[in-house]
């Protein structure tokens, strides 16, 4: 098994919602990162996690949680999102975070109405 | 971290070698290349990396100058489904190499 999976694939919420994106490998890898990526750009870091452990907030902020319940799984947790927290969100996972070739999931397509 | 400079888009011929170039004049000793390329609306898809060596693999190759300054990824026999975003990223850290611009290729008929 050699893909990163996200869901959902599109994600529709009010301001004032709560909602979770999720994300999974099968690879063994133990760094687990998530991006954001808004149209015509490229994408941006906002977390790392290694072995289980956030190492790397790139400055996100608090309306955006991440979680990483085991080595396979990693989750985003949304609350009171702005209307331009609107973009693709990407999961990606690598042997570690030392290492590169990072392997990227399909993205969740998250519209904040 | 060392910064790349991608031109922003490139077209090539169908059945033609791509050649994307990428500046990296600041890379330090220990910071290995990258590439990615991303189609539209999908994730990015890791491609190649390197350090000193040229490298190859069954999607590319890397051609890394002797100075480390540039590189170039080449595509020997383009196709229309290679038509992406391609970046080239520098580091030593997944967690602290970032996405430049990357140029667009655009495989033509």
């Known amino acids: 098994d050699t893909e990163v999976t996200q869901t959902p694939k599109h994600l529709v919420m009010g301001m004032t919602n709560k909602k979770s994106l999720k994300c999974e490998q099968h690879?063994?890898?133990?760094?687990m990162y998530w991006y954001k990526q808004k149209a015509k750009k490229p994408p941006e870091l906002m977390f790392v996690?290694?072995?289980?452990?956030?190492?790397i907030n790139e400055s996100v902020p608090s309306r955006f949680s991440p979680e990483c319940p085991n080595s396979s799984l990693l989750n985003l947790h949304l609350h009171a999102l702005q209307p331009e927290d609107s973009a693709l969100y990407l999961c990606?996972?690598?042997?570690?975070?030392?290492?590169?070739?990072?392997?990227f999931g399909p993205g969740t397509r998250l519209t904040v109405l | 971290d060392a910064k790349t400079t991608q031109p922003p888009s490139m077209d090539c011929a169908e059945g033609r070698a791509a050649n994307l170039p990428c500046n990296h004049s600041?890379?330090?000793?220990?910071?290995?290349v990258y590439w990615y390329r991303q189609i539209h609306s999908q994730g990015p898809q890791y491609i190649i990396h390197?350090?000193?060596n040229n490298e190859t693999n069954e999607m590319a190759s890397l051609i890394i100058t002797e100075d480390r300054k540039s590189s170039t990824l080449i595509l020997p026999h383009a196709t229309l489904r290679d038509t992406a975003v391609y970046y080239c990223?520098?580091?030593?850290?997944?967690?602290?190499?970032?996405f430049g611009d990357g140029t667009t290729l655009t495989v033509k008929p």
């Open positions: 990223i520098v580091g030593n850290n997944a967690g602290k190499s970032t």
């Open positions: 390197g350090l000193k």
């Open positions: 600041t890379i330090s000793g220990n910071e290995y």
């Open positions: 996690y290694s072995y289980e452990k956030l190492s």
């Open positions: 990606a996972s690598s042997q570690s975070e030392v290492f590169g070739g990072e392997f």
């Open positions: 690879m063994g890898h133990r760094a």
